[in-house]
């Protein structure tokens, strides 16, 4: 059993105490003294030219200290996109300047194109709404397909066709795979739309600029997932303020799911109010500026083709996809649709020939980028379901055609045809745990008496298997990132013996403070309640990039233990001097360095307190402090991967999805706290039963954002979710970082959604709907009714 | 969003389409008019307050008439700034046609709104474009022919010394 506090102990977490007891310390939570407030103006068309803003009455309304417009940060750097992507015929990507506030044209409903600040919130909001903006309304490009056939119709004025970029992976392996479709027995072939998602983390965006006119230093506190990553953009591209007068702090985060990676320019306009005014300068998004303006995720449009022998092996699998990514290019809004989906797109199966084409379209809706996630979601919700049809078409079993296809357990490290090698996994494994814990062979009693009661019962799989711990440096940047990947952590030691761990993760919900302390707990053999983790400072943290892509536990929790290791190296070397012996035989155990084979020993906290008392040291070879740094950067992705089920009850005259069960099988490698883990996997699994069944973001015609509240886009409530089964006891631990783990944060959104749509149809088709071969998610009660009555 | 109904009234075709080019005529009509200025030619100013699911606002734009078939049909559109609630846009296309009796109204609406109206009421919004239509042109029809009555409506002409409620417009015009 793992000690109370150690690796894998279900340890409660420790932030909750303060989050559940309204004592956590959010942005909008901040107020310091002297603060004004600012509010965004916001383009309410889709698309149109900026004639002129006239903000003269504003100006002279009661307390209203500045307006800023476009015009005011049309000479400072624009936000810059993450990744390059090149197109297949070696086209150069097309990066648009995405402005601080919206200059010349604004390019969707929510685009800000001013911003006033006032005394008082009131006030401010009174001053918007006096700003006479003249606008000439272009007709807007909603529609990725009419965003491509119409060559005049520009989002942005210099790019034809709207393409950002026509890619192609891999290049070399497209005649091999259209030879292999050519030739095929049989070949399936799907189209489907993954459906634009709102993030809706329950914290709105926030930013507080303070500027401080004696130091000439920058302190910005904003809702972050990667704090360091935001100073870095507002440095080097955006304001150029150096980035050692930059502070970024990103406090507690209530949630992000990829919506706060990026920098947004709300950020960079209250860091250049508050330095205009001399006073901090507060801005809180309200709910509805969350809908029109954050990163919003998903939203493709794909055929998808899968080639067999008859017998169900697959031959090959081709795809061709429009990746919205908006008005403009959010951070990592090039790499999600590209090297986050189409490296994945063997799936878990031996597929030996796969081509992805993705050709991403600017329109005139909000920024897409990166969603709980980002990429894999998508690539596992086209394989599984075109597996699933593929099954129907040629009457073989679903789990038999899956077990068929899936990597054997002895072909390790395994290279796909997409550019990645899988260090380590056994899918037969997750999937036999799934038959035995999801009772597959009880299924049709289930169904019966499901009948009995009028509903049809289905049941869908999904083997799914993902890229995460993002990502090794040399192999991104070879791909075209513009960043490292690496993380970073220093651990330092007090003379007392307690322990601060300063991290480059950033956690807004995950639990960090509590799995990182077990962590380090385990290694040194001291309690968890001695060591704190902090995050969120960039005056405090080493330089690390934040938490997304399931990176936090492999990435900056290798870092950690790296840090650690060098922390235990330094403690023998003092207690080598303390105990007068050889380094050599210091032996480090249970939290104390003692000479190997004798009683000698020093604690950990007698070894703590000597670096900082070090009265006698020979400080030509031994220094005082017990503080030490790592830096990180992984060897591979880590491959979580795993199989679940889902079980559906269909009420054939409404058409309304009654989810029955969910079991999920994982193999995440080492769990370092079991009911954190368990709980990602919930949450996950929610959201993704959310986009499969209910969210769905609905632009009109005119590019008017129609579901911009909750009244209209519908978050999955407790009554929309079963009670999960979880087992994450199928292991093959990552072969690469130090704790063998490979994360779990995004697991649950990406092999969740294509399982109940699975199960829908399989529903149907049991029910003698044989016509229904595929539904769109959302599958809403209207969707579902429709396609049975046909 | 497009709508498209008619309305028979009993007036003479002339009568309808004076009533459709008066001033006084359109702010009666227009639910929640505050005020409307202006000539057919130059356009008008207007003043709306309407309530949209819950956005209650006040909109001031311009209303035009265009593509002028006289006494057959007209294009009477606007459009309506709401300030923090977003804008309203749409227009009727109306014709005009003789019937026995009195005069058939067709007309082809279709409306847009954006910002906050967008956001918040997009569900209601197409009834609420019909309401604002069928309203407009109920008060358009009473406002020429007169509220309806019990008894067999009187055609133009019998009603003089008569009983028959009139119409304000046709009381105004002396009709």
Redesign the interface.
């Known amino acids: 059993m793992p000690k109370d506090d150690g690796i894998g102990a279900s340890t409660k977490r420790r932030e909750d105490i303060r989050f559940l007891t309204g004592k956590g310390r959010y942005t909008a939570d901040i107020n310091l003294r002297d603060q004004a407030i600012a509010v965004f103006v916001r383009s309410?068309?889709a698309h149109g030219r900026i004639n002129s803003i006239d903000t003269a009455a504003a100006a002279a309304m009661p307390g209203v200290l500045a307006i800023m417009t476009g015009a005011d940060f049309a000479s400072v750097g624009g936000n810059p996109a993450g990744w390059y992507v090149a197109s297949r015929d070696g086209a150069t990507m097309k990066e648009p300047k995405r402005p601080v506030l919206a200059h010349g044209k604004v390019r969707h409903?929510g685009d800000a194109y001013a911003v006033v600040v006032a005394e008082t919130l009131e006030q401010a909001?009174d001053a918007?709404?006096a700003i006479e903006a003249d606008i000439t309304e272009l007709p807007a490009i909603v529609n990725m397909a009419d965003a491509v056939a119409n060559a005049d119709n520009r989002v942005h004025d210099e790019i034809e066709n709207n393409v950002c970029f026509d890619w192609g992976w891999i290049e070399d392996n497209r005649a091999a795979v259209d030879a292999a479709f050519a030739s095929a027995p049989h070949v399936t072939t799907l189209e489907l739309v993954n459906n634009r998602l709102v993030p809706n983390a329950m914290e709105p965006r926030a930013s507080i600029g303070d500027y401080d006119p004696g130091t000439q230093d920058y302190k910005l506190y904003t809702t972050s997932q990667n704090p360091h990553l935001t100073r870095l953009l507002i440095a080097a591209f955006v304001l150029g303020i150096p980035e050692n007068k930059l502070t970024v702090i990103a406090p507690d985060v209530g949630g992000g799911f990829g919506s706060k990676i990026y920098h947004y320019g709300e950020e960079a306009a209250v860091l250049a109010a508050s330095k205009a005014l001399n006073r901090p300068v507060k801005w809180v998004a309200e709910r509805?500026e969350s809908?029109?303006s954050d990163a919003h995720g998903r939203d493709h449009v794909t055929k998808i083709q899968l080639a067999l022998e008859k017998d169900g092996t697959f031959l090959a699998l081709r795809t061709e996809t429009m990746a919205n990514v908006g008005a403009y290019l959010s951070n990592f809004a090039t790499v999600t649709p590209t090297f986050l989906h189409g490296t994945l797109m063997a799936g878990p199966y031996k597929t030996p020939l796969v081509y992805v084409n993705v050709k991403a379209v600017f329109t005139n809706t909000a920024p897409v980028d990166a969603y709980r996630g980002a990429g894999r979601p998508e690539a596992t919700f086209s394989i599984e379901r075109v597996v699933d049809m593929a099954a129907d078409e040629l009457e073989i079993d679903k789990v038999e055609i899956r077990r068929k296809n899936l990597i054997g357990a002895d072909q390790f490290p395994y290279t796909t045809p997409v550019g990645l090698v899988y260090d380590i996994g056994n899918y037969q494994a997750t999937l036999d745990k799934l038959i035995e814990l999801g009772d597959l062979a009880g299924f049709e009693k289930r169904a019966s008496e499901s009948k009995a009661r009028g509903k049809l019962r289905g049941l869908g799989l999904s083997t799914w298997i993902e890229a995460c711990g993002i990502a090794p440096s040399a192999l991104v940047g070879a791909l075209g990132a513009r960043v490292g990947l690496f993380d970073a952590a220093t651990v330092r030691v007090n003379a007392t013996g307690s322990i601060s761990v300063m991290t480059g993760a950033h956690s807004h919900g995950q639990g960090h403070e509590t799995v990182f302390a077990q962590v380090v707990a385990e290694r040194l053999g001291i309690p968890a309640t001695s060591i704190d983790i902090v995050h969120g400072d960039t005056s405090k943290i080493p330089f690390g990039m934040g938490s997304y892509g399931s990176r936090s536990l492999a990435v900056a929790g290798s870092a950690m233990v790296k840090a650690v290791d060098k922390i235990i190296a330094k403690g023998k070397k003092i207690a080598a001097h303390m105990l007068e012996a050889s380094e050599n035989d210091i032996v480090f155990e249970d939290g104390k360095f003692s000479v190997t084979g004798t009683d000698k020993a020093k604690t950990f906290g007698e070894i703590a307190f000597s670096a900082y008392v070090p009265h006698n040291y020979p400080l030509e070879t031994l220094e005082p402090g017990l503080e030490e740094s790592a830096f990180y950067d992984p060897a591979n992705f880590t491959y979580p991967a795993g199989a679940y089920a889902c079980e559906v009850e269909v009420d054939a005259e409404t058409g309304q999805v009654t989810v029955a069960s969910f079991t999920c099988a994982d193999d995440f490698g080492n769990v370092m706290n079991p009911m954190i883990v368990e709980g990602q996997v919930h949450g996950g699994v929610g959201q993704g039963i959310g986009q499969a069944l209910l969210e769905n973001t609905s632009y009109?015609e005119?590019g008017?954002?129609?579901?911009?509240?909750y009244?209209?886009y519908a978050m999955p409530r407790t009554t929309d979710v079963p009670f999960y089964t979880v087992d994450h006891s199928c292991v093959t631990a990552c072969t690469h970082n130090p704790l063998g783990v490979k994360g779990c944060g995004e697991a649950g959104a990406i092999g969740s959604p294509p399982a109940v749509v699975n199960a829908v149809v399989d529903a149907l088709q049991r029910g003698g709907y044989t016509h229904v071969k595929h539904i769109d998610m959302p599958v809403s009660p209207s969707r579902v009714w429709s396609a049975i009555n046909g | 969003m497009q709508l498209t109904d008619s309305k028979d009234i009993k007036a003479a075709p002339e009568t309808v389409w004076a009533a459709i080019l008066n001033p006084e005529v359109l702010k009666e009509c227009v639910p929640g008019c505050e005020s409307l200025t202006g000539s057919v030619e130059e356009g008008f100013e207007a003043a709306v307050v309407q309530k949209v699911g819950p956005v209650k606002a006040r909109f001031t734009g311009v209303v035009k008439l265009s593509d002028i078939e006289i006494g057959r049909a007209v294009r009477i559109s606007g459009e309506g700034k709401g300030g923090p609630a977003g804008f309203a846009k749409g227009g009727a296309m109306v014709r005009l046609e003789a019937i026995e009796g009195g005069t058939r109204l067709s007309y082809e609406v279709e409306a847009s709104v954006g910002g906050k109206i967008a956001q918040l009421g997009s569900r209601i919004i197409e009834g609420f474009a019909k309401k604002m239509a069928d309203e407009f042109f109920t008060r358009f029809q009473e406002a020429v022919e007169g509220p309806e009555d019990d008894e067999p409506a009187a055609v133009e002409g019998e009603a003089e010394g008569g009983e028959v409620k009139k119409g304000w417009f046709k009381r105004l015009i002396g009709a």
Not at chain 1, 704 to 709: E, K, V
Request: proline content about 0%; glycine content about 0%; cysteine-free.
């Open positions: 309410e068309v409903v909001k918007a709404a509805s809908f029109l009109d005119n008017q954002l129609l579901t911009a509240s009244m209209d």
